[in-house]
């Protein structure tokens, strides 16, 4: 079952550093809304301007011929229709990014063009907006800076080696931790790793 809610604060509350298992996490939760679709179709460099829609094109209907049942596809199809190409690199930068998207488990379709030894032109795949709208759903980074962090622990003029441990331990576990609620904020594991490639690659 989808989950109905989405994660948009995070506090967490250390009342002892030297105490692990004291770590209070809590969550400020909205209704998620209905997501927006958009298409994005990831083109070989080498393409000249017109080719780049053309090979576009033949990647797109691959995707809508071999998912044609998929209710995030007609909702593109029927209500949010907006498509974007973005400029993949050299043959070796596509291949690696089909790799990513094979290990994740994500969902895309290519096309590979005869005329140019069946080399892979275009990589097409469908992301909602906790991918590509940055404003709302920001890097890791981002989403750590709006965490309110709050620690209650008594200033010591030094340190023993034991509670540098403690506390080196900690801020793992609460890194863990806003990583994990990170990946739920923006939709699962799948769409962390949409951003990543998307969001750092250009338009044509």
């Known amino acids: 079952m989808k989950n109905n809610f989405e994660i948009k604060h995070i506090d967490i509350y250390v009342k002892d550093i ?54 995030n596809l007609q909702q593109w199809l029927n209500e949010d229709k907006t498509l974007v190409v973005l400029n993949g690199g050299t043959v070796n930068d596509m ?13 895309y379709e290519t096309f590979e063009e005869e005329d140019l030894a069946n080399l892979t032109t275009s990589i097409c795949l469908l992301a909602d907006e906790r991918v590509w709208d940055r404003k709302e759903y ?17 200033a010591e003029p030094e340190k023993s080696e034991e509670l540098v441990k403690a506390e080196k331990q900690l801020m793992e576990e609460i890194e863990r931790e806003v990583n994990k609620q990170y990946e739920t904020f923006v939709g699962g594991r799948e769409n962390v790793v949409k951003k990543e490639v998307l969001n750092n690659l250009r338009l044509v």
């Open 18 to 71: 030297r105490s692990l298992d004291k770590i209070d996490v809590t969550m400020t939760l909205y209704p998620e809304n209905k997501h927006t679709y958009k298409m994005y179709s990831i083109v070989l460099r080498q393409l000249d301007g017109i080719n780049n829609g053309v090979q576009t094109t033949h990647g797109v209907c691959e995707y809508i011929r071999k998912h044609w049942n998929d209710e």
């Open 95 to 107: 291949n690696n990014i089909k790799e990513r998207f094979d290990q994740e488990g994500i969902k």
């Open 138 to 154: 920001g890097s890791v980074d981002d989403f750590v800076q709006s965490i309110s962090k709050k620690q209650l622990v008594e």
